[in-house]
C-alpha cells in the first residue's frame, strides 16, 4: 500500500515544491488542493511515476475538503495553503483570518480519519519585531499583532491542543524568507531580480537597514522532507531558513552585481506595519535535517537565473 499524503497549497510555491519532492518517491501516492488565491496553475505539481493528483478545492470550505480526506484517507498531510505576501495579508485582514476555518478544518478531519502526523507550515513572523538573535524555537516571545502572525499563532496553538486532546501528532516548520524558481513576482528576491533584469528602479521601503536571511527553497524543501522520513522532531517545531544575515540594500546591491544591471535604488516611505527590522533564525535543527551548508545568497541567486534559462554576459 502507498503511503498517502495530502498537501494543500500545492499550487503555490512551497507547496508545490514539497508535493514535487514527496512525488518522486513512488511509494507515496500525493494528493495536491488548492483554490488559486494566491496560487497558480502554472505551479500545479507533476511526477514522473504517476503517483500525483491534484484537486482544485478549498481547504477552508468544509464541504469541499472533507470529501477529499473521506475519499483517500491520508496517512500524513502537509498543511500547506494560506494568504501570503506582507501586502496582500496587510490589505486584506479578514481574508487572512478565514485561514483559521482551514486549520480547523484538516484537524477535525485529520484527527475522524486516521492521519498519523500533520505537518504545518508556519512563518518567521510570529515572533515579530524579534528580541532576541539568533531567535530560538522555545524562547523568543511570539509577539505579533498582524493577523497574518496571529492565525499562524493560533495554528500552532490548535495543533498542540489537538495533541493533547486528540494524541494527533504534528511538526511546525517557521518558514523565514524562501525564495526559488516558481516564487511569485511580488517578492522581494523575485522582485528585485525582474527590476534589475530590466534595468528598471529598485524600490525600498525605509532606507534599506531593515535585514533577512534569504533560504534557497531546495535547502528547506529538502529539511522538511528529511524531518518526514526521518521522524523526527515529532511535536515539536523547528525554524527553517539561512542564518545569514543580509540587509534589503545588500540584497539589491548584491542582485544588481550579478545581473549586471544598471538599476537605480529608490528609497520609498518606511512601511507602517508589516516590516520588521531584524530576522535571524537559530536553525541548528535544520542544519542537522541537511547535514551540509546551506546554500549562499550568491549561489541561490545564480541558481534562479539558471532555472529561468538567464545568461548573464
Known amino acids: 500500500?502507498?503511503?498517502?499524503?495530502?498537501?494543500?497549497?500545492?499550487?503555490?510555491?512551497?507547496?508545490?515544491?514539497?508535493?514535487?519532492?514527496?512525488?518522486?518517491?513512488?511509494?507515496?501516492?500525493?494528493?495536491?488542493?488548492?483554490?488559486?488565491?494566491?496560487g497558480s496553475?502554472?505551479?500545479?505539481?507533476?511526477?514522473?511515476?504517476?503517483?500525483?493528483?491534484?484537486?482544485?478545492?478549498?481547504?477552508?470550505?468544509?464541504?469541499?475538503?472533507s470529501s477529499i480526506f473521506f475519499a483517500n484517507e491520508f496517512d500524513y498531510v502537509f498543511h500547506y495553503a494560506a494568504v501570503v505576501g506582507v501586502l496582500r495579508t496587510l490589505d486584506n485582514p479578514v481574508m487572512v483570518l478565514e485561514d483559521l476555518d482551514g486549520i480547523k478544518n484538516v484537524l477535525d478531519l485529520s484527527k475522524n480519519t486516521g492521519v498519523k502526523r500533520i505537518y504545518f507550515s508556519s512563518s518567521s513572523e510570529v515572533y515579530g519585531e524579534p528580541v532576541e538573535f539568533p531567535q530560538n524555537e522555545h524562547t523568543t516571545p511570539l509577539n505579533s499583532r498582524l493577523p497574518y502572525a496571529i492565525v499562524k499563532n493560533i495554528g500552532e496553538a490548535f495543533l498542540r491542543a489537538y495533541k493533547q486532546e486528540f494524541n494527533l501528532d504534528f511538526t511546525i516548520f517557521r518558514f523565514f524568507n524562501t525564495y526559488g524558481p516558481k516564487q511569485s513576482t511580488d517578492f522581494v528576491m523575485s522582485k528585485f531580480i525582474y527590476a534589475a533584469l530590466?534595468?528598471?528602479?529598485?524600490?525600498?521601503?525605509?532606507?534599506?537597514?531593515?535585514?533577512?536571511?534569504?533560504?534557497?527553497?531546495?535547502?528547506?524543501?529538502?529539511?522538511?522532507?528529511?524531518?518526514?522520513?526521518?521522524?523526527?522532531f515529532v511535536n515539536d517545531v523547528l525554524n527553517i531558513g539561512n542564518d545569514n544575515e543580509t540587509t534589503i540594500l545588500e540584497?539589491?546591491?548584491?542582485?544588481?552585481?550579478?545581473?549586471?544591471?544598471?538599476?537605480?535604488?529608490?528609497?520609498?516611505?518606511?512601511?507602517?506595519?508589516?516590516?520588521?527590522?531584524?530576522?535571524?533564525?537559530?536553525?541548528?535543527?535544520?542544519?542537522?535535517?541537511?547535514?551540509?551548508?546551506?546554500t549562499t545568497l550568491e549561489d541561490g541567486i545564480q541558481k534562479l537565473l539558471n532555472a529561468w534559462g538567464i545568461k548573464i554576459k
Open 251 to 294: 540584497l539589491a546591491q548584491t542582485i544588481i552585481k550579478i545581473t549586471k544591471s544598471n538599476s537605480k535604488i529608490v528609497h520609498l516611505p518606511a512601511l507602517k506595519d508589516g516590516d520588521m527590522t531584524r530576522r535571524l533564525p537559530d536553525n541548528t535543527k535544520m542544519r542537522q535535517l541537511l547535514g551540509k551548508e546551506l
Open 198 to 232: 530590466q534595468g528598471k528602479d529598485i524600490t525600498i521601503y525605509g532606507d534599506g537597514s531593515q535585514s533577512r536571511t534569504f533560504c534557497y527553497v531546495d535547502d528547506n524543501i529538502e529539511a522538511s522532507v528529511n524531518a518526514f522520513y526521518k521522524g523526527i
Open 41 to 65: 496553475p502554472e505551479k500545479i505539481p507533476t511526477s514522473p511515476h504517476n503517483n500525483m493528483r491534484f484537486i482544485k478545492a478549498d481547504a477552508n470550505n468544509y464541504k469541499d475538503i
Open 1 to 38: 500500500m502507498p503511503t498517502k499524503i495530502l498537501v494543500t497549497g500545492a499550487a503555490g510555491f512551497v507547496g508545490s515544491a514539497i508535493a514535487e519532492k514527496l512525488a518522486e518517491n513512488n511509494t507515496n501516492f500525493v494528493v495536491g488542493v488548492d483554490n488559486f488565491l494566491t
